[in-house]
Nanobody, 119 residues
Framework: VQLQASGGGLVQAGGSLRLPCAAA????????MGWYRQAPGKQRELVAV???????NYGDSVRGRFTISRDNAKNTVYLQMNTLKPEDTGVYYC??????????????WGQGTLVTVSS
């Protein structure tokens, strides 16, 4: 099982980006998918998470500006980021808790995608 994230880049403050992350491999169930981010010199923090029942949770700094959604048929989660601010700059990591077809449930991390918001 692998998580394949994309969609990062450079954007001006006030702009938008959409980050997709697809889970690939022999998967039985995906219980939770989400995004975390890490800014330079700071700890990794929760951005948003969505469960298999479509329950969502957001970090305080992004609530109202970011929206997480998932396409279960494609095993893909999307993070729509609007009204971006320079403090949203960082490496965004996709995260998921997955039961593999032949492996026990465990947490997976994607490779990270860089988001840079210029002022």
């Amino acid at each position: 099982v692998q998580l394949q994230a994309s969609g990062g880049g450079l954007v001006q403050a006030g702009g938008s980006l959409r980050l997709p992350c697809a889970a690939a491999g022999r998967i039985s169930s995906i219980f939770r998918m989400g995004w975390y981010r890490q800014a330079p010199g700071k700890q990794r923090e929760l951005v948003a998470v969505i469960t298999s029942l479509d329950s969502t949770n957001y970090g305080d700094s992004v609530r109202g500006r970011f929206t997480i959604s998932r396409d279960n048929a494609k095993n893909t989660v999307y993070l729509q980021m609007n009204t971006l601010k320079p403090e949203d700059t960082g490496v965004y990591y996709c995260n998921a808790f997955i039961l593999g077809a032949t492996t026990p449930s465990r947490e997976y991390w994607g490779q990270g995608t860089l988001v840079t918001v210029s002022s």
